[in-house]
């Protein structure tokens, strides 16, 4: 109920409905032939070892199994693992066959037979079963090797000698490789904020703040660079960044100082997120302003008004109140 009220306060038409009649219609134009492509091609991905879905899931099942092996022949004693197991390989089943039926009945065949998405959606599950695989393992390790008469544990109580040694060992290793993969997030952090400093986004991040209004603003983005330009990138991102449907990227500016004045003034921002040449110098040459390198600029007559970061923000244009047109008054001849 709550996924239905969300999808129809949110878009007109959706492909995620839950609807019996948009299934029978999806089934209709589709066929079953094609639903049975889209099914044969899953399995086939199901079965696929190089898959990273299909690596988690294997993972999973031979991590509790060998737990539950070396738990049963350290301590001799009873755990429910492989109950577990079970029940987490039947959300994989189920969670497998309910994305079946969305490739079947809710996408269209281009991106199903494709299998559009298929490892994100599949991942979701293989990180929600890791975590209770995770949870119900170290239950399992504290059941079967730690001391459970709460009144005689302490820091030196374990069952035996096997299992105080297994104990400090796993904990031991396992502290160094939570150590290991830790610096190694945080590395890689590091390096992909380093990588990533001169691209688009995080330009715009340092000329001007993200617009959170849809709105209709023209904007200008000056890219230096042809191929992001080309392939609509600087635009796509503008799009999103400044939440309008009329930001327009360019790289060329070889025109006349005229043609300049005409086609700025048809914008009311200007984004310059790195330096271009061409366009500063068309700058000095139509306006007779220098020092136009890098920022957020406002359109005006006389040329760019420079914006700080924290005030490029939206400012809605004012609608002038119209004057209502007075009606001719009709009046009724009677004989």
Do not use: C
Request: aromatic share 12%; net charge positive; hydrophobic share 40%.
């Amino acid at each position: 109920m709550w996924w239905e009220r969300h999808v129809h306060q949110t878009f007109t038409v959706s492909k995620h409905e839950i609807s019996a009649k948009a299934y029978s219609q999806q089934l209709n134009t589709e066929g079953t032939t094609k639903i049975l492509k889209v099914g044969h091609k899953m399995v086939n991905q199901l079965l696929n070892l190089n898959s990273l879905s299909v690596q988690g899931i294997i993972l999973i099942n031979v991590t509790l199994l060998i737990a539950w092996g070396l738990i049963r022949i350290g301590s001799h004693k009873q755990t429910n693992l492989l109950k577990m197991l079970v029940i987490i390989d039947v959300i994989f089943i189920t969670y497998f066959g309910s994305l079946f039926g969305m490739y079947a009945l809710s996408m269209p065949y281009a991106e199903a037979i494709v299998l559009d998405g298929y490892e994100r959606y599949m991942s979701s599950t293989v990180i929600l079963n890791l975590l209770i695989g995770a949870i119900m393992l170290v239950r399992a390790m504290d059941i079967g090797l730690y001391e459970q008469r709460f009144e005689k544990r302490d820091l030196r109580t374990f069952r035996s000698i096997f299992t105080k040694n297994f104990y400090q060992m796993s904990t031991f290793i396992l502290l160094i490789f939570s150590i290991i993969m830790m610096l190694s997030e945080i590395n890689g952090t590091n390096f992909a904020n380093r990588y990533n400093r001169n691209t688009i986004p995080q330009q715009f991040k340092r000329i001007a703040q993200p617009w959170t209004h849809y709105n209709r603003t023209k904007i200008l983005i000056v890219d230096p660079h042809a191929g992001d330009v080309d392939s609509y990138y600087a635009g796509f991102v503008a799009h999103y960044y400044f939440f309008t449907n009329h930001a327009t990227a360019q790289e060329n500016f070889m025109e006349t100082p005229q043609q300049f004045r005409q086609g700025l003034q048809h914008y009311r921002y200007v984004a310059i997120p790195e330096y271009h040449h061409t366009f500063t110098v068309m700058m000095q040459h139509a306006y007779h302003q220098k020092g136009v390198r890098t920022g957020f600029f406002k359109v005006t007559k006389t040329g760019l008004q420079r914006l700080s970061p924290s005030a490029a923000k939206l400012t809605p244009v004012k609608k002038q109140p119209t004057k209502k047109k007075r009606q001719p008054k009709l009046y009724l001849a009677l004989p």
